[in-house]
């Protein structure tokens, strides 16, 4: 039995053992796998993908068939979550077949499909690759890249790529590839070295045999090797040794193990990216143009390739045949279509544009291999070059580049070569171990030989390289690293599994369930194993294995000597006996602590090896020591504790310490069976064999040591407390006293074991635990226990100060004696005393305290890893109270002394770095640095709440002060840590990538209930009402501006039938009627697309609604329909076509630019009819003003433009040129010039372009090229203003529309660069524009074009002058763009109205309004908002003749034209308005408003004045409109009632004059008022006012066919001036929109000062250039500021996702929405402000303050009276008190901390103190309150803080005081004065010492007797001694009595 015990000391128990089956495999079954796919394929096409047509499929199937069974394959690997990080389940990756099934693991640990793949030919391999994603290929960047993760499926002759995006690449390989790894980098590939490859004829380089390849889009490139010679030349060359085989290949470090099976060693290479001189060197071509050597190789090369390329390649590549077909002219020349097919290529080139290769070398394929390296090949396969062999030079063509390579494999490390190598000793698997303290192993089984060698490495200093160390062979039969817990698995050849970390043995690994390898004959059967299942083994067979396993398994032997021999004949021996029963094959899929094991049957188990420790106390105590001992103890010290703890049957959670704490001191030398309070220590159930220690045979007799142990142990004490023992008194003996004594004193310490050396080190971390364990309110438990053994160890070591610190700390466990085990002084030597040991105990508390007191204190220490909490408890203390602002930024080496045991520099880096502080963010106090750095070392509020209350304090102070005023670019996790949820999920919103966030779902409302739903959609249902209803709440302008604007109902035709009329003619009339009105419906769209604007996200499933244009009409009474396809009346062909395209614009423009859609999308909207093309075309234009055009692919753009209709082709080129904005993009000014006959070349043929498409062109142009005042597009635009028409009516009809195109097209090209236009001055742009306005002679025409103006046209007759009726618009509106804002007065003195009655009458009335807004336009800054301005741009000749309309008598005149000059009067005045319209735009300038809104009026009177025949009503209302344009410019977004008033008038009038035109403006005015739902308002930056320029020309179109002054698709472009500026205030709580109060501060300008102003938010917010700052003001809402002088981009941000500001409301107040007035929380101010009221407080009216449900349910729980009181009346009040204070000084974190001081008083008084800890942490909030620190904020803040309003703390402090001072005087003085000379103190009084001198900081006796406080005479003396211990004054007065020998306590 004794062996037995042995034989399983050291064994390990695995824990749960499960049946493992690949998961795939059953999955396979199921799936409709590769036969069903080919089966499919059976179609005539794929006779181009099979070599043989069907034949050869069939044939295929049947090999499939038959190997599926057989050739299965997976491989296992720690699952990776979504978001990257690594989680605790595995994934699988199964081969079998056709078939790659990748299956993951979840947190319930089942396995699920994830993926299944199945392919044409065989999987070869399947793997995991990270691909990176990056534009620049040095290996510095490599970290931050973006990764790509892909499955890669190996094929026979292509290799498929999947994205876990989704994406799928192939790239077919050109050659035979036999091993495919992943690395660091991307792909490796080794290529299968055939025999029959080697091409004859002479010997020749060798083509390369490793390739790599980046990325699925890059080409397949060689590896280059580096490898240094014996003389220390490194030699660089293209890996080509056949012989060289990878057999590993490791990603972090990246290295490549490879095998040479020539010379049979091993070699180590590290894999890294390609040094540019390396790529040199083998690219290398001398400068002579080529020597005979590279001549010879390259083409040696190429034509060897080529003799692949012709077919007898050992497999066909599934392209070849399929490229041959299609080019057997190439297909002998050409190897592309070994590299892949050129298809592929040419998307790669398209789809990668930042590959590294493109625009160097081209795409072709492996011929540019240079193979030459530029000294001697190794001996084996040097090649001679005959001299003549440059004969076949010429095959060197010119275009075949080298490929560059990209990685390179840079030599580390080769075995040494043993005499007896056997031959095939390649090592069949190789991992990366590291050991139990971090030291790495690489070890490679090599199976022949039955040894798995390791090898340790470790990173040189400068972290460049690694660095290998010496072979060590262990015999195995099988490994596997176990990476949780540092060791391997290690499976001997007799079958035994035994456990190493590193080269030292662990134990054997014990499998409940499975039979272990007993050499038994007899039970052939596997049974079910029990503990004594070897016991059976026969008697002789059993001693010679004891005795084996005695000498060589048991001790951990670091290096196995000589064991091997012992080892083989154990295997020889075992042989005999294994063909029985099932035992253990192979090891396979280790991942995390898990493992399989093969049985010899071929079933799996998958088992769980233990980890070192599962309670977080010995974890941490583990990693103390380890950290500590030197490297080769800590791991003897491990491996022990590690035997112990996984024995089988091993301990639980609960008594795992007690093991822990047994094993330490054993090894420690200590006795722990003698030891009494070890000797009690309750293992729960039977004692393992392990913990029970050698011991000699108790002697028959009994002992007293027996009824000691009776009378120690826990059954007996509380046998004691029992009734029946008192009274039989059945006390311990008194003999036994004595005993106990005498055992104290023979116990000693065994020098001789591992640890007794490191005592005092051990000691010491361990105490630094237990400080950091102080600062986790959850660990109390652990500290008790720590605290025995702690005390315990520094008995022995006699130190007294700790003993002392301890006992202060928890008075009940420390007793003043307790057994102390001597050491003796000779073995004192043998101890190693470590630098950083302190004889003064470290304390966190005391540290705190001093520095809260002002006193100084020596550095805290610190291990780094372990005491994370010390260390940032330190740090923030210094940082916050002494104010040293160097501490977190800085070396923090005056506060933290780091302790080490060797200078380990790598760890020390990473602290450093871990720590180090950059202030990305902006940091103003000493508060919010504090908060800044802690998020910054990843504190959350979950640590910040186990702190312990007082220890926190300061940190939680700091928070309170952030929170107040935070900046708003903090990063999420420090509005997190504050409080200021608002903030957070601001910043966390602002992280998310742009798309449906959850902004949107809270700004978006479903469909409005009810009515109409049911009718059909008018376009306007995706508005978000619920802000709308916030902005515009008192009144429904919303429904009636929808009423207004929708155009899918039938309009009322209202027509009364008089008796004259015949019933035939009433149906006209009603026809005539509707036809009217219809000129109002069509005109509509233009305007919802303004009010819709960018309000919805489209669901990529479905085709976008677009809203039918109804033109259909019912008459009253009896709601007849009224239709105007009856034929009675003439209509208009194509009346409807330019309206529908508006309808589809309109449609399209409700698309936010955030929607996800893609090109698919855009084409699946595609309409099937015909007739809803115009629509589609619209769709097209408002998807370029959006900006998703530029998903479109180019090849559906080119698709489009050639079907050759008209509106298809203008919306695509507008909308293309609009998402292109001001790029200059190549391909789109291709695009456009096709359409612009003066930018083709003069030769091209004519091309019949639609005149509209032409003008479309143009502006498109305009449009890319914006504001880069290019000099070839500038020249001949400016030429095209002037265009005349061609000889054969080319160019004759609607010519004003091109011209003024052109104008506009250059304006916008030259937008604002004014007269700084670089190197256009020889063009003379303003004096041609000039001369363009004012007509004169025709200039000759220069440039290409001249001869196509050499014959005049025979239909028009211009003559050589300029046709300024055509031409003046362009100018104009071009001379006002070039010269946008620059105030440039000579320029704008061209552009005044004439003042004399001559000039008036040449120039069209019309043609004023132009100029006046060019000219207003340039002179951008005398722009005035009031009505003098505005009359001071009509000339003096006019004002003073004009007539007033009002009066009745016309003057007469002979010499004035009195039409003449009311026409100019009234069209100068609309030019001022429009213009003012333009510089105050979306701004909502109140003076500007009153002034248009006058003007606006002025004009509806003149309307109806009898005088207006004479201006004519055309002119007057183009004139009105223009103003209400202006109107609604200013008070665009704004929804203006008089506004919308003005525009409904308009509405309503359809008669007379009113015509599509003078429509299409007043909705256009309507839809700008509430520009996209009152989001969006104008810009009026330099591009937006040309945008605005083009589509609000003030000419409006007569009918809906009318383009011939102004192209109508133009008036959209209002799109590009639009940006989202409303603020929209979110409650973070609920969720919804809220109304919040905001001050908006304007930066000073020259017309106004700095100047604040309070908004009402929701609301449109200024222009952003000109605001300094924006602030959610108080007091309901918590502040929030946004400075915009940093830079505009956080804010808009935030408006460009919906305005979305995120505000939390303060405790005690309610929403605006809810308490508009403010009323019901002036109840709750006037409560804050007196604290009587507070004890009146209900805790039922809580819930209005707030509407946390912790706080809720304390009112509930804790507040709430009941019936019969009695004592607890007064805690209630205290609880309501404190509740009632924590909300309303919203500081609801303090709540605990107040509770815990109360439980803390009443302890106190019931002097039921257990422990101090509690007594220190009041402590510490008192010190913090008197902190000089924090009295400096009080003053700076008088009304802040926490604690502030109340009378707590005093009340807490007087407490304590009367309570330790009723002690003193009851007898405490006793004590004290015992304490202070050294006596022992027993009993009951104990605890209440501890506490009187951790209150008043006495300090230790040891420090008083030095100082002589004992001697003094007087007070006076006893005070200035005191001084030097910084004894507070209140402590010496207590102790004064005491000292001073008075006998009568002095108790202030």
């Known amino acids: 039995m004794s062996n037995f015990s042995e034989e399983r000391a050291t064994m390990i128990a695995a824990g749960d053992l499960q049946e493992f089956v690949p998961f795939g495999r059953d999955h396979c079954k199921h799936h409709p796998n590769a036969l069903n796919l080919q089966l499919r394929q059976l179609q005539p096409a794929s006779e181009l993908w099979s070599s043989d047509g069907a034949a050869g499929l069939v044939g295929s199937l049947q090999e499939v068939s038959i190997h599926e069974k057989h050739k299965e394959s997976w491989q296992l690997r720690k699952g990776v979550s979504e978001i990257g990080d690594e989680v605790d389940y595995d994934e699988e990756l199964y081969v079998a077949g056709n078939m790659v099934i990748w299956s993951k693991g979840s947190k319930s640990q089942a396995l699920a499909v994830y993926k299944a793949f199945t392919v044409d030919s065989p999987v070869q391999q399947a793997l995991w690759c990270d691909f990176i994603i990056s534009q620049d290929k040095s290996e510095k960047t490599y970290s931050r890249h973006e990764v790509e993760k892909c499955i890669c499926i190996l094929q026979s002759s292509c290799i498929n790529m999947h994205s876990i995006e989704g994406k799928d690449y192939i790239a077919s390989l050109p050659f035979q590839v036999a091993n495919v790894w992943p690395t660091k980098y991307g792909l490796l590939f080794e290529r299968s070295s055939a025999s029959h490859e080697v091409p004859p004829g002479p010997p020749r380089e060798p083509l390369p045999t490793m390739f790599s390849m980046l990325h699925p889009l890059d080409e397949i490139t060689p590896l280059v090797c580096k490898s240094g010679s014996l003389f220390g030349s490194t030699r660089v060359q293209y890996v080509v040794d056949p012989a060289m085989k990878i057999v590993f290949l490791n990603i972090d470090p990246s290295i490549v193990m490879t095998y040479d099976a020539v010379q049979n060693v091993h070699s180590v290479w590290t894999l890294r990216r390609v040094r540019p001189e390396e790529e040199n060197v083998v690219l290398k071509f001398s400068e002579q143009g080529g020597t005979p050597q590279n001549v010879a190789t390259s083409s040696s090369l190429t034509a060897h390739l080529r003799s692949l390329s012709k077919g007898d390649s050992p497999v066909a590549s599934p392209f070849q045949n399929y490229s041959s077909i299609h080019s057997q002219s190439r297909s002998a020349s050409s190897p592309s279509l070994h590299s892949r097919s050129p298809s592929i290529s040419n998307m790669a080139a398209l789809s990668r544009a930042h590959s590294p290769a493109l625009g160097v070398h081209s795409f072709s394929g492996v011929q540019r291999f240079n193979l030459s390296s530029h000294n001697q090949s190794p001996k084996r396969h040097s090649i001679s070059h005959s001299p003549n062999s440059n004969s076949n030079g010429s095959f060197l063509a010119p275009e075949t580049e080298p490929i560059v390579p990209e990685l390179c494999i840079d030599h580390l490390w080769t075995e040494p070569i043993t005499n007896i190598r056997e031959k095939n000793s390649q090592a069949s698997k190789v991992f990366i171990t590291s050991d139990l303290c971090g030291q790495k192993f690489l070890c490679f089984l090599v199976e022949s030989q039955l040894q798995l060698r390791c090898v340790k490495f470790q990173e040189s200093n400068d972290r460049t390289q690694l660095i290998f160390g010496s072979v060590t062979s262990i015999h195995a039969k099988d490994a596997a690293p176990v990476e949780k817990i540092d060791t391997m698995l290690v499976l001997e050849g007799s079958g035994n599994l035994v456990l190493y970390t590193g080269v030292v043995r662990v134990g054997k690994v014990f499998i409940p369930g499975l039979p272990a390898p007993s050499l038994t004959m007899s039970n052939t059967m596997p049974r079910p194993s029990t503990p004594l299942d070897s016991v059976s083994t026969p008697k002789p067979l059993g001693k010679l294995l004891g005795s084996l396993d005695e000498a060589v398994l048991l001790s951990p032997v670091p290096e196995l000597r000589d064991s091997s021999k012992l080892h083989d004949s154990l295997y020889n021996e075992d042989c005999t006996f294994q063909q029985l029963g099932t035992y253990i094959h192979s090891v396979r899929d280790p991942v995390h602590n898990r493992v399989t094991l093969e049985l010899n049957n071929g079933s799996m188990v998958r088992i769980t090896i233990p980890e070192i420790a599962t309670s977080e106390l010995v974890q941490t105590c583990v990693q103390a020591i380890k950290f500590i001992l030197p490297k080769e103890i800590a791991v003897q010290m491990l491996v022990k504790w590690y035997n112990v703890h996984s024995a089988p049957g091993g301990p639980s959670y609960h008594s795992e310490w007690n093991l822990f704490v047994i094993c330490l001191m054993n090894m420690m030398g200590y006795n722990t069976d003698r030891l009494a309070w070890t000797r009690n220590f309750d293992f729960e159930g039977s004692l393992s064999p392990v913990i029970a220690p050698k011991k000699a045979r108790p002697s028959e007799t009994g002992s007293d040591d027996d009824w000691e142990y009776l009378v120690n142990s826990d059954y007996h004490q509380n046998v004691e407390s029992h009734l029946l023992n008192r009274s039989l008194c059945l006390s311990s003996l008194e003999g036994s006293r004595v005993k106990d004594e005498e055992f104290s004193q023979n116990l000693s310490l065994d020098s001789s074991t591992l640890l007794f050396p490191h005592i005092p080190a051990i000691f010491f971390v361990l105490h630094l635990v237990y400080e950091e364990l102080k600062l986790n309110t959850l660990m109390g438990e652990g500290i008790c226990s720590l605290v025995e053994l702690l005390v315990q160890l520094a008995r022995d070591l006699q130190l007294g100060p700790y003993v002392d610190h301890y006992y202060r700390d928890y008075p009940t466990l420390v007793r003043a004696t307790g057994q102390v085990c001597t050491i003796d002084q000779g073995q004192t030597g043998f101890m190693h005393h470590p630098s950083f040991f302190t004889s003064e105990p470290p304390s966190i508390y005391q540290w705190v305290s001093s520095c809260l007191k002002g006193e100084g204190m020596p550095p805290y220490p610190y291990l780094p890893g372990i005491s994370e909490r010390s260390r940032l408890v330190v740090l923030s203390v210094a940082l916050y109270i002494l104010g040293d602002e160097s501490s977190v930024s800085e070396d923090a080496s005056q506060y933290l002394s780091k302790i080490t045991l060797a200078p380990q520099k790598s760890q020390a880096e990473q602290e450093e770095n871990r720590f180090s502080f950059r202030h990305a963010t902006s940091v103003s106090s000493l508060a919010e640095k504090l908060v800044v750095w802690m998020t910054s070392v990843g504190f959350t509020l979950r640590d910040l709440e186990t702190l312990p209350f007082g220890v926190a304090l300061p940190i939680r102070d700091a928070i309170y002060h952030c929170r107040e005023q935070p900046a708003s670019d903090w990063p999420e996790a420090v509005c997190l840590l504050i409080g200021r949820q608002d903030l957070s999920k601001q910043a966390c919103e602002g992280n998310l990538p742009r798309g449906k966030s959850s902004v949107t779902q809270v700004l978006s409302s479903d469909v409005p209930s009810g009515t109409e739903t049911e009718e059909e959609d008018d376009g306007m249902n995706d508005m978000n009402h619920e802000v709308m209803s916030l902005i515009w709440s008192e009144d429904l302008r919303v429904q009636d501006v929808r009423r207004l604007l929708q155009s899918a109902h039938p309009v009322r035709v209202n027509v009364v039938q008089y008796p004259e009329l015949s019933d035939h003619e009433f149906i006209e009339e009603k026809e005539n009627r509707l036809l009217q009105l219809c ?65 589809g614009v309109a449609a399209g423009l409700k698309i936010a630019p955030a929607s996800q859609i893609d090109s698919a999308w855009i084409v699946y909207n595609k309409p099937k009819h015909a007739e809803l093309a115009n629509e589609y075309a619209g769709f097209l234009m408002a998807l370029g003003l959006n900006g998703h055009l530029t998903k479109l692919a180019t090849l559906n753009i080119h698709d489009y433009l050639t079907k050759g209709h008209e509106m298809t082709s203008i919306g695509l080129l507008l909308g293309v040129s609009a998402a292109k904005l001001g790029t200059m993009d190549m391909s789109i000014t291709r695009l456009l010039s096709i359409h612009i006959p003066a930018l083709l070349p003069p030769t091209s043929t004519e091309l019949d372009v639609p005149h509209n498409v032409q003008v479309a062109a143009v502006v498109g142009i305009g449009l890319v090229y914006q504001g880069t005042a290019h000099r070839h597009t500038a020249e001949v635009l400016l030429a095209e203003i002037g265009r005349p028409p061609g000889p054969e009516m080319e160019y004759c009809t609607d010519r004003e529309s091109y011209s003024l195109a052109a104008g506009l097209a250059l304006g916008m090209v030259c937008l604002g660069h004014g007269s700084n236009l670089i190197g256009m001055s020889d063009l003379n742009v303003p004096e041609q524009l000039y001369q363009y306005m004012v007509g004169g002679h025709r200039r000759f025409q220069a440039g290409v074009h001249r001869e196509k103006h050499k014959s005049p046209s025979y239909q028009i007759k211009e003559g050589d002058t300029i046709n300024v009726d055509v031409t003046c618009p ?180 359809t008669g007379g004059e009113m015509n599509y035109g003078f429509h299409l403006a007043h909705h256009m005015a309507l839809g700008l008022l509430f520009l996209g739902g009152g989001r969006y308002s104008l810009s009026t930056s330099n591009s937006s006012i040309a945008a605005l320029l083009c589509a609000l020309y003030p000419h409006f179109p007569a009918h809906s066919t009318d383009n011939r002054y102004h192209l109508q698709a133009l008036r959209h472009l209002y799109v590009l001036a639009a940006e989202p500026r409303l603020l929209v205030p979110v409650d973070v709580d609920m969720n919804t929109p809220c109304y919040a109060l905001i001050e908006v501060t304007y930066k000073g300008t020259q017309w106004y000062e700095q100047t604040k102003e309070e908004l009402m938010a929701p609301t449109l917010l200024p222009e952003l250039h000109l605001l300094k700052q924006i602030k959610v003001k108080g007091p309901r809402y918590w502040e929030l500021l946004i400075d915009l002088s940093k830079g505009t981009q956080h804010l808009k941000s935030i408006l460009s996702k919906d305005g979305v500001l995120y505000v939390k409301l303060r405790a005690g107040q309610l929403s605006y929405k809810e308490d508009p007035m403010g009323w019901q929380s002036l109840l709750a101010q006037t409560v804050a402000n007196r604290n009587s009221e507070a004890r009146a407080f209900k805790p039922e009216s809580i819930s209005a303050f707030t509407s946390d449900p912790a706080l809720l349910s304390f009112a509930e729980y804790f507040c709430k009276p009941t019936v019969n009181m009695g004592q607890k009346q007064e805690i209630l009040d205290l609880f309501s008190s404190v509740l009632y204070e924590c909300v309303t000084q919203e500081t609801p974190e303090m709540l605990p901390a107040y509770i815990a001081m109360d439980q803390a008083i009443r302890r106190l008084g019931k002097r039921e103190m257990a422990d101090t800890s509690e007594l220190w942490q009041v402590k510490l909030v008192l010190d913090f309150f008197s902190s000089r620190s924090h009295q400096e904020r009080l003053q700076n803040h008088p009304k802040r803080g926490l604690f502030m309003h109340s009378e707590f703390l005093p009340v807490v402090k007087c407490t304590i005081d009367s309570t330790l001072d009723q002690w003193l005087q009851a007898g405490g003085d006793v004590c004290v004065q015992a304490y202070l000379s050294g006596q022992p103190v027993e009993g009951p009084e104990l605890s209440m010492l501890a506490c009187f001198l951790v209150y008043h900081s006495v300090p230790a006796p040891r420090h008083l007797l030095p100082v002589g406080l004992e001697g003094s005479t007087s007070f006076a003396e006893l005070l200035f001694r005191s001084r030097q211990l910084k004894m507070p004054v209140r402590a010496v007065l207590r102790l004064a009595p005491l000292l001073l020998g008075n006998p009568q306590p002095m108790v202030m």
């Not at 002179?1419 to 009002?1446: C, F, G, T, Y």
């Not at 183009?1518 to 109107?1527: H, R």
């Open 1079 to 1143: 000129q109002r419906t069509m005109a509509l769209p233009v305007g919802r697309g303004m009010f819709t604007l960018f309000s919805y996200h489209p669901v990529p499933t479905e085709p976008l609604p677009i809203p039918k244009l109804n033109l259909t009409g019912r008459a009253p009474p009896r709601n007849t329909t009224v239709d105007l396809n009856s034929g009675n009346i003439d209509v208009p062909p194509n009346m409807t076509s330019w309206a529908s395209f508006h309808n």
């Open 1370 to 1549: 362009g100018a104009t509106l071009a001379l006002a763009m070039i010269y946008l804002k620059t105030n440039n007065r000579s320029i704008a003195d061209w552009l005044r109205a004439p003042d004399t009655m001559y000039l008036l009458d040449f120039v069209k009335p019309e043609f004023l309004l132009l100029r006046t807004l060019a000219r207003c336009l340039i002179l951008w800054d005398d722009i005035l908002p009031n009505s003098k301005w505005v009359d001071s741009n009509v000339p003096q000749i006019i004002r003073e003749n004009s007539i007033s309309l009002s009066e009745i008598e016309l003057p007469c005149s002979e010499d004035l034209n009195l039409e003449t000059l009311s026409q100019a009067h009234v069209y100068i005045i609309a030019g001022a308005c429009l213009s003012l319209g333009f510089r105050f735009a979306g701004s909502e300038n109140l003076s500007a408003f009153n002034c248009l809104h006058k003007f606006a009026k002025d004009f509806m009177t003149y309307l109806s004045a009898p005088n207006a025949s004479v201006t004519g009503p055309y002119n007057l209302e183009t004139c009105l409109s223009v103003v209400l344009l202006s109107l609604s410019m200013v008070m665009a977004g704004s929804g203006n009632l008089k506004v919308l008033q003005l525009c409904r008038f308009l509405h309503m009038k």
